[in-house]
Nanobody
């Protein structure tokens, strides 16, 4: 069974940094798109940064220049380095991956359990 396990997150002061990591485990054939979304109460989940299936990076304007996404295909891991954090970055951050579990299987969306990031003094 495929699982996405996140680590990192927590409480940080404005201007500080945090690093989130997500590792995909289980039997699978391939991982396509992979990245991070976030959600605050009462709002829709929004893209933070992600690698597309063509390895291009999409990231939200609000995090450009502050957040850096990286991917290790050998380890099935995606990470998000978050610098210069602001109170408005406070949210639950979710790891996402588009995964094909077998050669003839369709690509399906998988999500991590979410990790809380709180930016506050």
């Amino acid at each position: 069974q495929v699982q996405l396990v996140e680590s990192g997150g927590g409480l940080v002061q404005p201007g500080g940094s945090l690093r989130l990591s997500c590792t995909v485990s289980g039997r699978l054939f391939s991982i396509n798109a992979m990245g991070w979304y976030r959600q605050t109460p009462g709002k829709q989940r929004e893209l933070v940064a992600a690698f597309t299936s063509g390895s291009m990076i999409n990231d939200a304007d609000s995090v450009k220049g502050r957040f850096t996404i990286s991917r290790d295909n050998a380890k099935n891991t995606v990470s998000l380095q978050m610098n210069s954090l602001k109170p408005e970055d406070t949210a639950v951050y979710y790891c996402y991956a588009g995964i094909r579990v077998g050669l003839t299987h369709p690509i399906r969306d998988y999500w991590g359990q979410g990790t809380q990031v709180t930016v506050s003094s």
